[in-house]
């Protein structure tokens, strides 16, 4: 999965275990994941995890802005993915 360089995308996530933040299906604006942009605890972001794609929480950061612990909004950690695997940040629920 690659977000066009530059371009917002707009996501749809199912499923509810970003509620309340998010509702399944509710659409979300991305913005690519650039080496300039940095993550913060609670960001949103479109990330992959153990072969799963998510709309999921940051939880916790190791390293220089490299490494990210995932997890859903009512406390379950999907685990530590690089920044590799990290697509998209969430910049607008809609």
Same mark, same amino acid.
């Given at each position: 999965?690659?977000? !066009? !360089? /530059?371009?917002?995308? *707009?996501?749809?996530?199912?499923?509810?275990?970003m509620?309340?933040?998010? *509702?399944? *299906?509710?659409?979300?604006?991305?913005?690519? %994941?650039?080496?300039?942009? %940095?993550? !913060?605890?609670?960001?949103i972001?479109?990330? !992959?995890v153990?072969?799963?794609?998510?709309?999921?929480?940051?939880?916790?950061?190791? $390293?220089?802005?490299?490494? +990210?612990?995932?997890?859903?909004?009512?406390?379950?950690?999907? $685990?530590?993915?690089?920044?590799?695997?990290? +697509? /998209?940040?969430?910049?607008?629920?809609?």
């Open positions: 999965v690659e977000m !066009k !360089k /530059g371009k917002i995308g *707009k996501l749809i996530g199912i499923g509810n275990s509620t309340p933040i998010l *509702k399944s *299906k509710q659409p979300v604006l991305c913005v690519p %994941i650039s080496d300039n942009l %940095i993550l !913060k605890k609670n960001d972001v479109f990330c !992959k153990r072969g799963n794609h998510y709309l999921h929480k940051i939880h916790g950061i190791r $390293g220089n802005n490299e490494q +990210f612990l995932i997890g859903n909004n009512h406390g379950h950690m999907n $685990g530590w993915i690089n920044r590799n695997n990290i +697509f /998209g940040k969430v910049t607008e629920i809609l």
